[in-house]
């Protein structure tokens, strides 16, 4: 399974649309991103891919729309969360 790694952009774009909030915390994870509030992830960075976990009819809007997706390897994306490549001028895969 290969791995994407996150260029410095992606990161600060990451980091800049993290809630600002003191129990949110970024920790970096598979040379990747994610944010934790009471050690539960509620999204990440898997390359430039960022990725939430909403309940199931959130997800399933999210989902419907253009340039989302599963989020994580191809392999084996991560149940309940969803992707999309938004931030850059190239599409998902």
Same mark, same amino acid.
């Given at each position: ?5 996150? !260029? =410095? $952009? =992606?990161?600060?774009? *990451?980091? !800049? ?18 944010? *934790?509030? +009471?050690? +539960?992830? *509620?999204? %990440?960075?898997? /390359?430039?891919?960022? /990725?939430?976990?909403?309940?199931? $009819?959130?997800? $399933?809007?999210? &989902? &419907?729309? =253009? /340039? &989302?997706?599963? *989020? %994580?390897? $191809?392999?084996?994306?991560? /149940?309940?969360?969803? %992707?999309?490549?938004?931030? !850059? ?5």
């Amino acid at each position: 399974m290969q791995i994407p790694k996150p !260029s =410095d $952009a =992606d990161k600060a774009y *990451f980091r !800049s649309i993290v809630p600002d909030d003191p129990r949110v915390e970024i920790k970096p994870m598979f040379g990747n991103m994610a944010a *934790f509030v +009471n050690g +539960n992830m *509620f999204m %990440g960075l898997f /390359g430039a891919d960022v /990725g939430v976990r909403l309940a199931p $009819a959130d997800a $399933a809007v999210l &989902a &419907a729309m =253009d /340039g &989302a997706g599963p *989020f %994580g390897p $191809a392999e084996r994306p991560m /149940g309940g969360y969803v %992707g999309s490549h938004v931030h !850059s001028s190239t599409r998902r895969r």
